[in-house]
């Protein structure tokens, strides 16, 4: 997977699980793949060590990936995004079921 496709997927992951990561690996996450800091940037930011900082990304990528293999959310999220993008393609005419179904898209 390349760089770019992995940090969009973590940034996904980290819409769906960010409140299973503590306070500092989320901070230094969202950072990170969000906000394209780089790790001594997010070190200053956070006055930590540059080590630190790769350490707290290390287990929250392990942490993201190990939620993501138990409960399969983003993966349903791009199912259902799909599906609802289908879906409005096929509503023709009907405005309300499109609003309905952007609607719900929205949510998602």
């Known amino acids: 997977m390349k ?20 306070p500092r690996q989320l901070q230094a996450a969202v950072l ?4 394209d800091q780089s790790l001594a940037e997010i070190a200053e930011q956070l006055s930590i060590t540059r080590q ?5 990304l290390a287990a929250s990528v392990k942490k993201l990936y190990e939620l993501e293999n138990a409960l399969n959310l983003q993966q349903k999220s ?3 995004d799909k599906m609802c993008s289908e879906a409005i393609g096929r509503a023709g005419n009907n405005a309300e079921l499109k609003k309905l ?3 719900l898209r929205v949510m998602l």
């Open 3 to 22: 760089d770019l496709e992995r940090s969009v997927e973590i940034s996904e992951m980290l819409r769906l699980y960010s409140g299973m990561l503590t």
């Open 32 to 35: 990170y793949f969000d906000n």
């Open 52 to 56: 630190s900082v790769k350490d707290s």
């Open 78 to 80: 791009v199912y259902l």
């Open 101 to 103: 179904l952007e609607q």
